[in-house]
């Protein structure tokens, strides 16, 4: 039996007697509260009814926050989220990071001018140069990551793999998103702090603005997590089990955290809670994302929504989970969104649970979605499109298949940093995230192959294959799974 709509909203379940009846400003913000829990009831219905499992929560002013919820925290058992439970943020933690790493600016203990050399031993030429500033804004020129989120990577060999890993531009010449300068700047904040990335960012930064559920092992709770309806408890599906946490996550991406804390922080945004030097040197403006109409600060995106005015926002998930964390700075409103299972994309859910919650009806999609891609289910005949026929026909095989395709296919940095077992360990999980898909869209570049595929009863995931030439052929140098 479908489980009901859940609505939690504090102010709504207070009552009001005559003796004590609210002035005609409370009456018309409570009556606005009523009227957007209504409005999202109606649109987490319909979701639900598609099979959507999640949460939409929202924080305006001094106002009872509210989270409407629909299928479960933990698929097979009837436990509803709440304000409280934990989840996985995905990239959003590179906001947080920012916000770190901009604390220490305006304490004048980073220079967001300094440069790798400056931080670490025996940077190769190629990214000596390369700035603080150039990290927390994708102008770094690195790829897309430096590791398996759910396999062991320490400090030192996320070093290692970074160092090693050739750019894909030239330092501040280009925006490409990429995990790996969050985690460089996460390693420069242990440096400069004398204290573990996770004990700075939750002890020094996050307590004192009182939002204390966010962090790795230190802050997370197993009683009071989400799981995934695919893949398993949160620490199975986002952490691997592993502590400590791998660096292929730390800095970028992994942090967990409540509603009720993200919506204290963009609360903090909005109302000018902040400390004003922290918040002008994290929040400004800095360097425009290609093709989403939008500008990225340190680790947090600035967006223009027409009658909406201006935004501050970030997104982050894996294949288990997606959650948007959205602050619209003129009507003061902040609102997350988070999906743990279904058929429903958070893409998908995000737009009407917005419109519903600000009575604009947007069409969202994600700036980040690729509008380039060909509706296809043919791969291209060229040696990218060849590369992936390999790829995705060792993908529901067996250790024996997926060892010949490392050993013969993979760019020899990769394995030189990494052993063939290690990459062939990877391959039962990259069996859960893409096995049994088809393909519906490509798109293709010098630098990448893309595919949409899909599943019944499932959200379309986004497999990206990079790749570089050696002896004479194209090999596998990155996999990402969005």
């Given at each position: 039996?479908?489980?009901?709509?859940?609505?939690?909203l504090a102010?709504?379940?207070?009552?009001?007697?005559?003796?004590?009846?609210?002035?005609?400003?409370?009456?018309?913000a409570?009556?606005?509260?009523?009227?957007?829990?209504a409005s999202?009831?109606?649109?987490m219905?319909?979701?639900?009814a598609e099979?959507f499992?999640g949460?939409?929560?929202?924080?305006?002013?001094?106002?009872e926050?509210?989270i409407?919820s629909?299928?479960?925290?933990r698929?097979?058992?009837e436990?509803?989220?709440?304000?409280?439970?934990?989840?996985?943020?995905g990239?959003?933690?590179?906001?947080?990071?920012?916000?770190?790493?901009?604390?220490l600016m305006?304490?004048g203990r980073?220079?967001p001018?300094?440069?790798?050399s400056a931080?670490?031993e025996?940077?190769?030429?190629?990214?000596a140069?390369?700035t603080?500033?150039?990290?927390?804004?994708?102008?770094?020129?690195?790829?897309?990551?430096?590791?398996?989120?759910?396999?062991?990577q320490?400090?030192?060999?996320?070093?290692?793999?970074?160092?090693?890993?050739p750019?894909?531009?030239?330092?501040?010449?280009?925006?490409?998103?990429?995990?790996?300068?969050?985690?460089?700047?996460a390693?420069i904040i242990?440096?400069?702090?004398?204290?573990?990335?996770?004990a700075?960012?939750v002890?020094?930064v996050?307590k004192?603005?009182?939002?204390?559920?966010?962090?790795?092992r230190?802050?997370?709770?197993?009683?009071?997590?989400d799981?995934?309806?695919?893949y398993?408890?949160?620490?199975?599906?986002s952490w691997?089990?592993?502590?400590p946490?791998?660096?292929?996550?730390?800095?970028?991406?992994?942090?967990?955290?409540s509603?009720?804390d993200?919506l204290?922080?963009g609360q903090?945004i909005?109302a000018?809670g902040?400390d004003?030097?922290?918040?002008?040197?994290?929040?400004q403006?800095?360097?425009?994302?290609?093709?989403?109409?939008?500008d990225?600060?340190?680790?947090?995106v600035?967006?223009e929504?027409?009658?909406?005015g201006?935004a501050?926002?970030?997104?982050?998930g894996?294949?288990?989970?997606?959650t948007?964390?959205?602050?619209?700075?003129d009507s003061g409103?902040?609102?997350?969104?988070?999906?743990?299972?279904?058929?429903?994309?958070?893409?998908?859910a995000?737009?009407?649970?917005?419109g519903?919650?600000?009575?604009?009806?947007?069409g969202f999609?994600?700036p980040?979605?690729?509008?380039?891609?060909?509706?296809?289910?043919?791969?291209p005949?060229t040696?990218?499109?060849?590369?992936?026929?390999d790829?995705?026909?060792?993908?529901?095989?067996?250790?024996?298949a997926w060892?010949?395709?490392?050993?013969t296919?993979?760019?020899?940095?990769?394995l030189?940093?990494?052993p063939?077992?290690?990459?062939?360990?990877?391959?039962?999980?990259?069996?859960?995230?893409?096995g049994?898909?088809?393909?519906?869209?490509?798109?293709?570049?010098?630098e990448?192959?893309?595919?949409r595929?899909?599943?019944?009863?499932?959200?379309?995931?986004?497999l990206?294959?990079f790749?570089a030439?050696?002896?004479?052929?194209?090999?596998?140098?990155?996999?990402?799974?969005?």
């Amino acid at each position: 039996m479908r489980r009901p709509i859940t609505i939690a909203l504090a102010a709504l379940l207070a009552t009001t007697s005559p003796a004590c009846a609210a002035s005609g400003s409370e009456t018309e913000a409570s009556q606005e509260a009523r009227d957007i829990a209504a409005s999202l009831a109606v649109a987490m219905q319909a979701l639900e009814a598609e099979g959507f499992s999640g949460f939409v929560a929202i924080a305006m002013h001094d106002r009872e926050p509210m989270i409407v919820s629909a299928g479960s925290a933990r698929p097979g058992e009837e436990i509803p989220y709440t304000l409280d439970t934990q989840f996985d943020i995905g990239s959003i933690t590179k906001p947080l990071t920012g916000l770190a790493a901009s604390k220490l600016m305006a304490e004048g203990r980073l220079d967001p001018d300094a440069t790798l050399s400056a931080f670490f031993e025996n940077v190769p030429a190629d990214k000596a140069s390369i700035t603080v500033h150039q990290l927390l804004t994708h102008m770094a020129g690195f790829g897309p990551g430096h590791g398996a989120d759910r396999q062991p990577q320490s400090r030192e060999q996320m070093l290692s793999a970074v160092f090693a890993e050739p750019l894909n531009s030239a330092p501040g010449s280009r925006y490409y998103y990429s995990n790996t300068g969050f985690s460089l700047v996460a390693a420069i904040i242990e440096d400069i702090t004398g204290k573990s990335y996770e004990a700075y960012l939750v002890e020094d930064v996050l307590k004192p603005l009182g939002i204390e559920s966010t962090g790795y092992r230190m802050a997370f709770d197993p009683s009071r997590a989400d799981a995934s309806d695919r893949y398993g408890t949160m620490d199975e599906a986002s952490w691997g089990e592993l502590d400590p946490i791998s660096w292929a996550l730390v800095g970028n991406g992994g942090l967990v955290s409540s509603a009720r804390d993200l919506l204290n922080l963009g609360q903090g945004i909005a109302a000018g809670g902040l400390d004003p030097q922290v918040a002008n040197i994290w929040l400004q403006p800095r360097v425009e994302e290609p093709g989403g109409g939008s500008d990225y600060g340190f680790g947090i995106v600035n967006q223009e929504l027409g009658a909406l005015g201006p935004a501050l926002w970030h997104n982050g998930g894996n294949p288990a989970f997606q959650t948007e964390w959205w602050t619209f700075l003129d009507s003061g409103m902040t609102i997350v969104v988070h999906r743990n299972g279904g058929p429903v994309s958070i893409d998908d859910a995000f737009g009407p649970l917005l419109g519903a919650a600000t009575g604009s009806e947007l069409g969202f999609a994600s700036p980040e979605a690729d509008t380039e891609m060909a509706e296809t289910s043919e791969l291209p005949a060229t040696p990218a499109g060849a590369l992936a026929a390999d790829f995705l026909g060792v993908v529901n095989e067996n250790e024996e298949a997926w060892r010949g395709f490392v050993e013969t296919r993979m760019f020899s940095k990769l394995l030189d940093l990494m052993p063939v077992d290690e990459h062939v360990a990877q391959y039962p999980m990259l069996r859960d995230d893409i096995g049994g898909r088809s393909i519906a869209a490509v798109a293709e570049d010098e630098e990448a192959i893309r595919l949409r595929l899909v599943a019944d009863g499932q959200p379309p995931l986004m497999l990206v294959l990079f790749h570089a030439e050696e002896d004479g052929m194209l090999k596998l140098r990155g996999i990402a799974v969005e």
